[in-house]
């Protein structure tokens, strides 16, 4: 599913920046070689990062 329209970003290369340790959108439409434009998609974007480091942080917690 297209997360950013303005960069045609998928919401699995968002989560997948978010794994790399992208803490924002800013920062993990940067690492797919991309800035933000419009904005719009800010919101659902930063919501996909959150849920998917508190996954990470949940195994993580797990391992330990
Ligand atoms: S929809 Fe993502 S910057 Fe416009």
New binding site residues.
Partial sequence: MIV????AIRDSEVRSAARRGCPCPDSAYRSLGCQ??????RDYATEIIDEERALLLAVQSRAA
């Fill in positions: 950013c329209s303005c960069n933000m434009q419009c904005g719009s998609c």
